[in-house]
């Protein structure tokens, strides 16, 4: 298959309308995303990522009002965040509207929902007329894509279109909420923490537990994850550096103990880590690197974001 490049997103319509994928750009990381009420196009998702059939995708909006169209029971809570946080980088579940395909909330009764902040992705989607349901744009298992160019890596020949955008603004994944429960809980942390949901008098449950009482409460978090080809070390001192390596952290080391890494990258703060994390990953494993050494970061804030992905790539 020929895949096509383009930043036009009117080009991208006649994809969509023909029950294809397309793959676009988002603040978070770039999206595989098909027409929502097109079933036979959602399974071509599954199909190209290589996705397990129970991890649900999350479903993209260009407007706040589909919302009351894709869910039922659309309660305070999510009015909240959508007043709040709509457009951005977080994903509230509600119940589902039956109307939806079974295949795109992987048979649960519930929906994740997100409204982009990305303008050329709120432009495609409105483009499309239709809400996008879309999971990250990789092969199931690698890391997230933030540029196009990561997605072409997974993609190329596979899918038949690409909307070119910026590298993604943030570089992980979306905050999921689960609004559903009588005490809103992150299911998956992100950029939107509970520290700025709290300020924005919203209290959640913050532990990320996604199995309880033997239900699997966010299926994507049950998966390794977010893995390159080269293994992935929590760092832990000079004496363990094997031949071959690299460094992501936000400290800096020893200029010794640096000169040993054949790739470094010393970022300046929590969200530049967050930002370069995946495609640091992936120039790793372009450059052949065996190992790469993370630097572990205060579970709190955006630091627990970066942490659980750190965790599921060290698998
Ligand atoms: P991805 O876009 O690739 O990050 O995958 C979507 C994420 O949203 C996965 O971690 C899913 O488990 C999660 N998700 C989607 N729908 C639901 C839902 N109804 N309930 C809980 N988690 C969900
Ligand atoms: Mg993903």
Do not use: W
């Amino acid at each position: 298959m020929k895949t096509i490049l383009i930043s036009d997103v009117q080009e991208a319509v006649p994809y969509i309308e023909k029950s294809q994928v397309v793959a676009f750009p988002t603040e978070t990381v770039y999206g595989l995303g098909a027409n929502t009420y097109d079933e036979k196009a959602i399974n071509k998702i599954f199909e190209a990522k290589g996705r397990p059939q129970d991890n649900p995708l999350i479903v993209h909006i260009a407007d706040k009002k589909q919302v009351n169209v894709l869910a039922v029971e659309v309660n305070s809570v999510a009015k909240k965040i959508i007043k709040e946080f709509f457009p951005g980088p977080i994903t509230i579940i509600l119940k589902k509207n039956e109307i939806i395909p079974d295949n795109v909330t992987a048979g649960l009764d519930t929906i994740a929902i997100r409204m982009p902040a990305s303008k050329i992705a709120r432009d495609f989607i409105k483009a499309c007329d239709v809400p996008i349901a879309a999971p990250s744009a990789n092969l199931s298992g690698s890391p997230s894509p933030t540029q196009f160019t990561h997605v072409m890596q997974d993609f190329a020949g596979k899918i038949p279109c690409i909307i070119i955008g910026p590298p993604s603004q943030y570089g992980l994944e979306s905050t999921v909420l689960d609004c559903t429960t009588e005490k809103p809980e992150i299911l998956r942390p992100g950029i939107i923490t509970a520290e700025d949901l709290k300020k924005a008098g919203i209290d959640v449950i913050n532990s990320y537990s996604f199995f309880k009482d033997g239900i699997v409460k966010s299926p994507g978090q049950k998966y390794r994850h977010y893995a390159p080809k080269a293994k992935v070390k929590i760092y832990s001192g000079s004496k363990d550096i094997k031949p071959d390596s690299a460094f992501i952290g936000i400290t800096a080391l020893d200029k010794k103990i640096q000169e040993q890494f054949k790739k470094l990258k010393i970022c300046k703060n929590l969200l530049e880590y967050a930002k370069n994390l995946f495609s640091f990953f992936r120039d790793c494993d372009e450059k052949g690197i065996q190992f790469i050494y993370v630097q572990k970061v205060e579970e709190k804030g955006i630091g627990m974001a970066i942490m659980n992905r750190l965790k599921k790539a060290v698998g």
